[in-house]
T-cell receptor
């Protein structure tokens, strides 16, 4: 069955540094991969979608890569700020509805 | 902006009750989804619907049913609530099931006593 692993449950980094979150998947060949942000007590909010033929996608301080050979996506937040503290979910998808990873809780410390 | 509205933020019910959770979206999306989210288990898909009166089982449909009589409204029904259905329930909608962003409501925290 499909398996999605996000590198760690929690990640703490210093303000101003680059946060890198990892999403690995197995038994799956997704054509797309999405990243979401979720704040406590709120629903997830869509951030970025990357297609299998795109190596990299950027949006302001966010960058996503998608390596179909390694079956991995990396999500980077540059110049991180305390307001970036949240849980980040990856969701590979193909012909079926999204399957979400369990998320990585990022804490940016001032 | 897309708005997905869930009828209640918090709900407390008793075991054996029939529970209705309502979700409304205002963007004419074809697809709607119900998830539950539990600590350590992440988001799990219960049911989804790709059109009015159409429904598909997700990963954990047991104990639940759904209804989609109008395009904008998707209801989740707990036929006979049990304590293991205490959870955060999230509704989402999208144009496509897999390659378009999903827009989520803020969830209903349901407690079954």
């Amino acid at each position: 069955s499909q398996k999605i692993e996000q590198n760690s449950e929690a990640l703490n980094i210093q303000e101003g540094k680059t946060a890198t979150l990892t999403c690995n998947y197995t038994n799956y060949s997704p054509a797309y991969l999405q990243w979401y942000r979720q704040d406590p007590g709120r629903g997830p909010v869509f951030l970025l979608l990357i297609r299998e033929n795109e190596k990299e996608k950027r949006k302001e301080r966010l960058k996503v890569t998608f390596d179909t050979t390694l079956k991995q996506s990396l999500f980077h937040i540059t110049a991180s700020q305390p307001a970036d503290s949240a849980t980040y979910l990856c969701a590979p998808s193909g012909n079926t509805p999204l399957v979400f990873g369990k998320g990585t809780r990022l804490s940016v410390i001032a | 902006d897309v708005k997905v509205t869930q009828s209640s933020r918090y709900l407390v019910k008793r075991t054996g009750e029939k529970v209705f959770l309502e979700c409304v979206q205002d963007m004419d999306h074809e697809n709607m989804f119900w998830y539950r989210q539990d600590p350590g288990l992440g988001l799990r898909l219960i049911y989804f619907s790709y059109d009015v009166k159409m429904k598909e089982k997700g990963d954990i449909p047991e104990g639940y049913s759904v209804s989609r009589e109008k395009k904008e409204r998707f209801s989740l029904i707990l036929e006979s609530a049990s304590t293991n259905q205490t959870s955060m329930y999230l509704c989402a909608s999208s144009f496509e099931a897999s390659n378009q962003p999903q827009h989520f409501g803020d969830g209903t925290r349901l407690s079954i006593l």
